[in-house]
């Protein structure tokens, strides 16, 4: 699987912005997928998941505040991003896992998510 995320950007805090995932297959074989993040000097850390059934999952610090959803017919997740905050600020990586029984996960490239304070 390979996977093409885009939507990164500069924004001031109380600002939204939107990324996307491309995946090159379909998204309805792949069990989950999601946005993890990593900020400059810190962990890799789950941002947001969506199964294929389309259950959600999310870090408590952007609880009420991301969506991630599933567009099946564009093989894309997209992560709606309201009222961010400075904190948000770091590299966010797009994960599909096809198969939840697996540990098999595969990573896009990375956007850059600034919020400026």
């Known amino acids: 699987v390979q996977l093409q995320a885009s939507g990164g950007g500069l924004v001031q805090a109380g600002g939204s912005l939107r990324l996307s995932c491309a995946a090159s297959?379909?998204?309805?074989?792949?069990?989950?997928m999601g946005w993890y993040r990593q900020a400059p000097g810190k962990q890799r850390e789950l941002v947001a998941t969506?199964?294929?059934?389309?259950?959600?999952d999310y870090a408590e610090s952007v609880k009420g505040r991301f969506t991630i959803s599933r567009v099946n017919t564009r093989n894309s997740v997209i992560l709606q991003m309201n009222s961010l905050k400075p904190e948000d600020t770091a590299v966010y990586y797009c994960?599909?896992?096809?198969?939840?029984?697996?540990?098999?996960?595969?990573w896009g490239q990375g956007t850059l998510v600034t919020v400026s304070s």
């Open positions: 994960n599909a896992r096809p198969w939840a029984h697996s540990d098999i996960m595969y």
């Open positions: 969506i199964t294929r059934g389309g259950l959600t």
């Open positions: 297959n379909p998204i309805n074989t792949i069990d989950h």
